[in-house]
């Protein structure tokens, strides 16, 4: 038997036809206690968590959970919570598929780092700032608009940024963009076109961001990394590279902040030589056990870009991030900009302006950061009971952890949990060609399932662990 919710959650598609949400989410359940993804004992969120997750009344999951009761699908007893009834009646499968596939018991947990939780997406104060934000908008907000972006978003956040991540800047050194990849995409565009032959990057980062660089006509060479960050103090042996690219706030994937005297090296190897720091400030709000190390774009506003997006703190759906420019760099990254992709859509952008001006987009942060640190916590906390010999490395930050392994146990615990249905990846996964192989851990994601998705996501996690 089992006590998590490990089925469903976000992963719960209602696709009623020609019936009311009630009777979409009561034939959802029986068809998942027919087909196994959901066995006898399984216990169900609350109405309340699954009304969150689903975005429907809570009186709805309330009372298709009562009818489900009196059908004989479900249990629910005081204390005991809402459950799956054992039934007797043996479940008709297809011999040959039943050979072809693994079972999987957990099956729809995903571990990969890279996303927030979506289910906590603000709907309601999202709503109500677009609502006031297109009641004010001029007419001409609707038109082709500015390559720049919308005036209203680059003022608020020029003084958000300065706020809270200490950037100095002003409207006109902002540029809107729809992501971080982007506007990745445009510098590369743009430092070839100066030149450039080499943009370094961290031994460990996403593939996709070196491959954007690589089609820009860039040659990405790696920098060694270790417990303090990417060591800075040899870009002077990288002759070709006119730029490197950093998450110094919080190492992506490894989860160490730069060092300070290697945030300065960085920053005299820019001056010294006339080159360019891409700063990915990707989750730099999202800090547990200090206050976040302010951006590095603070130390020469003329020698790093800063770059941030609203996926972490909000949602990736809204493709809206930012560009913090040198003011030499500002006219050729618009004009990029405007031969590839004019502008991203203004409603969002005015709704992001009203949410941070309304202060909601502070309310919404301080909270997520909240659910963020207490899903780190138990996932520290389950460790140390249920596999005291897993060391969770990098600081209390973010939305990922990293977790060490023995010596080769990397891939066949990743295979063991695609067995369960678990989806993991390891810290391979993110080295670059170039740099030798260090250890073997794991890059888990605790920020992606949802409230209700989450217990058993964590449980299925130790049950895979060494």
């Known amino acids: 038997m089992t006590d998590s919710w490990a089925t469903f959650g976000a992963d719960l598609h209602l696709e009623p036809v020609g019936q009311g949400l009630r009777s979409g989410l009561m034939e959802a359940l029986r068809e998942a206690v027919r087909t196994g993804r959901l066995t006898p004992g399984t216990r169900l969120p609350s109405s309340r968590v699954l009304a969150a997750d689903l975005g429907v009344a809570r009186n709805t999951v309330a009372d298709a959970y009562a009818e489900l009761v009196a059908e004989g699908w479900l249990t629910a007893r005081q204390g005991s919570g809402t459950r799956v009834a054992q039934r007797s009646a043996p479940r008709r499968t297809d011999p040959v598929a ?66 809270a991540r200490g950037v100095h800047t002003d409207p006109e050194r902002i540029v809107i963009c729809s992501g971080f990849a982007h506007g990745l995409r445009l510098l590369g565009r743009v430092l070839r076109r100066r030149g450039g032959r080499e943009i370094a990057v961290e031994s460990y980062g996403l593939d996709l961001h070196r491959d954007l660089l690589t089609e820009a006509g860039l040659r990405t060479p790696c920098l060694p990394l270790d417990e303090h960050g990417s060591r800075t103090g040899e870009l002077a042996a990288l ?186 990846d390891g810290l391979a996964r993110y080295r670059h060609p170039d740099a030798p192989a260090a250890r073997d851990a794991l890059v888990i994601g605790y920020g992606s399932p949802s409230e209700s998705a989450w217990a058993g996501a964590l449980d299925a996690l130790c049950r895979v662990l060494p």
């Open 98 to 163: 039943a050979r072809s596939r693994p079972v999987r018991p957990g099956a729809g947990h995903n571990l990969k780092p890279g996303s927030p939780d979506l289910s906590a997406f603000p709907r309601t104060a999202w709503l109500k700032a677009a609502r006031k934000a297109l009641t004010a908008a001029p007419d001409e907000a609707f038109g082709y608009g500015d390559p720049h972006g919308r005036v209203e978003l680059r003022t608020v956040l020029a003084e958000y940024l300065a706020r």
């Open 239 to 424: 002759r070709g590279a006119g730029a490197v690219l950093l998450t110094p706030a919080h190492q992506f994937p490894t989860g160490v902040p730069l060092h300070p005297d290697r945030r300065a090296a960085a920053v005299d190897w820019a001056r010294s030589t006339g080159g360019l720091i891409l700063e990915d400030d990707y989750d730099g709000e999202f800090r547990y056990d200090r206050q976040p190390v302010g951006a590095l774009q603070g130390l020469d506003p003329e020698r790093v870009v800063h770059l941030g997006t609203a996926s972490k703190s909000l949602a990736p759906g809204l493709r809206l991030g930012w560009m913090v420019l040198p003011r030499g760099l500002v006219e050729e990254v618009v004009a990029e900009k405007g031969v590839s992709d004019w502008m991203s859509g203004s409603p969002d952008q005015l709704t992001l302006a009203e949410f941070i001006a309304s202060g909601a987009y502070d309310r919404h942060v301080r909270s997520m950061r909240l659910r963020y640190r207490r899903r780190r916590d138990q996932l520290v906390a389950a460790l140390a009971e249920r596999a005291p010999g897993i060391e969770v490395s990098g600081i209390a930050a973010g939305l990922h952890a990293v977790l060490e392994l023995p010596p080769g146990a990397e891939r066949s615990v990743i295979q063991a949990a695609a067995f369960q249905g678990l989806a993991l």
